[in-house]
């Protein structure tokens, strides 16, 4: 039986492991990415939870995996893939038309914005998803990130290593984070939490001036001064090019059986864009490599 050439649609973690095990096992393979090789861990300096000593930041990670899957013979391509057409298992680029006989989709998420007055204001003007791009901008200041979660507390650590002072502020009674996290920014000195607690604005004239916060528990409300405000409230998937009646979630991510095809015939979704996907680089990784042999198999 012929193998089928498989088209990988996103170059995060999951799709760089998928197109590099298709590869391994003798197909063609061509892999897109819309933007950064690596994906939502292309910008993070210190990967925690995964133990590679030769990738320990996320550009490191997608490096390595480029160059393994590279040399195994994926085809690349730095572009968005816009439309599917799952039938014929083709994907169009703003360039060209590019066919496959199985798709996966590896499209992952992207991180929810903060849905409040200022915040799309002042994006880029002190409101950034990213602590490890523009973290430093903010030194020796006060900063606020937004959160409870591990992507919360990794960059909210990160940031009070040179920021004057850094407030979590989140929704919860507790941190949602993973322990080690929890243990480092309750003993740190320039962390502080507000628990309970909702950003209702963000306040300032072409900067970050602070945030208005309500605690939930007594309707409270205070101003935080700070210069910078970092959210991390979660993700949303990036799934807007499969076809308007793949199963999905209501909140979008993408249903997938056992062996992660979805109610596509031949179209496979693996990693951060499909239903209870765990969450770890190590799930990414896991998730491409059975999206791969599942492909391979159907
Ligand atoms: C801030 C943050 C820090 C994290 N740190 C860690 C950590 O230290 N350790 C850990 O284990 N996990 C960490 N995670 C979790 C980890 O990021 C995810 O498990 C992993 O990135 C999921 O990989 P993915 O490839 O499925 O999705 P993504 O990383 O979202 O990659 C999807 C890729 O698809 C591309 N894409 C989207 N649409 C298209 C399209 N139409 N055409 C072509 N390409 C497209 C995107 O540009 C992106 O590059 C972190 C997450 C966040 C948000």
Known sequence: MAVPDVIVI???????????????????????????????VANVGVLEGFPAAAADSGAGLADALVVAATDAGVDFVAEPALAIDPAGGVVTTGSGTHRGGRLIIATGARLRPLDVPGAAELAGKGVSQCAFCDGGLYKNQEVVVVGGGDAALQEALHLARFCAK??????????RARRSYVERAANHQRLAFRWQTAIEEIEGDGGVEGVR??????????VIPCRA????????PNADILPA????D????????????????GVFAAGAVRVGFP?????ALGDGTAAAIAALAS
């Open 10 to 40: 996103g170059g995060g973690v999951t799709g760089l492991s998928a197109a590099h095990q298709v590869a391994l096992r003798g197909a063609r393979v061509t892999c897109l990415e819309a933007d950064l090789f690596g994906g939502l």
């Open 166 to 175: 850094v407030t979590v502020v989140h929704r919860g009674r507790r941190l």
């Open 213 to 222: 916060v309500r605690n939930m528990a007594d309707r409270a409300t205070e």
């Open 229 to 236: 405000v970092f959210p991390f409230i979660g993700l949303e």
């Open 245 to 248: 009646g793949v199963a999905r």
């Open 250 to 265: 209501s909140r979008g991510f993408v249903e997938t059986g056992p062996t992660l095809e979805t109610s596509l015939t």
């Open 279 to 283: 969450g770890q680089l190590a799930n």
